[in-house]
């Protein structure tokens, strides 16, 4: 072999190291393009989501929201956003304001052990009983029953006033009514199970239709407010109230919880 190919071919083995460098270096460059563009998009990836974090964080629960939202009133209502119900015999002169809490135990405890002497009164005509519904569990636990079961209430008022009552004493009923920290309510299905044994509710369909699709959800939100704003000085369930003064048993506020403590208090009031 001679010089000139010995030389020849070193220069042909310098050129192919050449090339292949500067392939690597362009590799290289790429790999370094493609690493920065992956951790400017994981940057703004999780830029993204601590951004949808946060708005969703401050965006308002769908019940805060339904405090703005437009009312629909059931029907057998009046006033401001349907939130008067008042129920009882046009010729009864006075009105008995009842406050309750949908999860309230103490209500549950007075619905079934004078609940029944209350709708017997109403029919009598002594009195008309106007329903003030609050929420105020809800707050204190972060639950949603209280509101949940005040909307299908306003379906059940949509239904009838009779219908009302009666479903008002199937969820304070001892079969249904939840303990306090457990949050029944909060499930439609359970809230409509507890309406079939209504008679005017048992499969209406248009009364179900109302529970799971929330028409009055609204209307639960101004009702709740009623209560929050109440001008009777009413701060806890049950309340009653007759001609702007609160009946209690006693001077310490202890409700009216026995059928004997309820006759005679409000039989007291409808002699003034």
Known sequence: MSKRNTQAAKTAA?????????REAK??????????????????????????????????SYWEGQKDAKV????????????????????????????????????AQFEQ????????????GKFKMQFIGATFIDKKDNGEGSKNAL?????????????????????????YHPEETTDKFKDDSYLIKVANTVPELKDNKKFQDAVEKGTYDAWAMAMSKTFD????????????????????TDSQGTPLMTVADFNRVVGEALKK
């Open 113 to 124: 052990t004078v609940g029944p002497t209350v709708k017997k009164d109403i029919d009598a």
């Open 151 to 175: 909307s299908a209430m306003g379906a059940a008022l949509n239904v009838s006033d009779q219908a009302f009552l009666d479903y008002k004493a199937a969820l304070y009923s001892a079969k």
């Open 72 to 107: 629909v009133t059931p029907a057998n209502t009046t006033g401001t956003d349907g939130t008067t119900v008042v129920i009882g015999k046009d010729s009864a002169k006075k009105t008995l304001k009842i406050y309750e809490d949908p999860r309230c135990p103490v209500c």
């Open 14 to 22: 310098r050129e192919r190291l050449r090339v292949e460098r500067e």
């Open 27 to 60: 590799r290289a460059k790429v790999k370094r393009q493609v690493i920065v563009a992956c951790s400017i998009v994981g940057v703004l990836a999780i830029a993204g989501g601590i951004g949808y974090a946060v708005v969703q964080a401050n965006k308002p």
């Open 229 to 248: 704003d109440n001008k009777d000085g009413v701060q806890g369930t049950p309340g009653f109230v007759m001609d702007g003064k609160q009946l209690t």
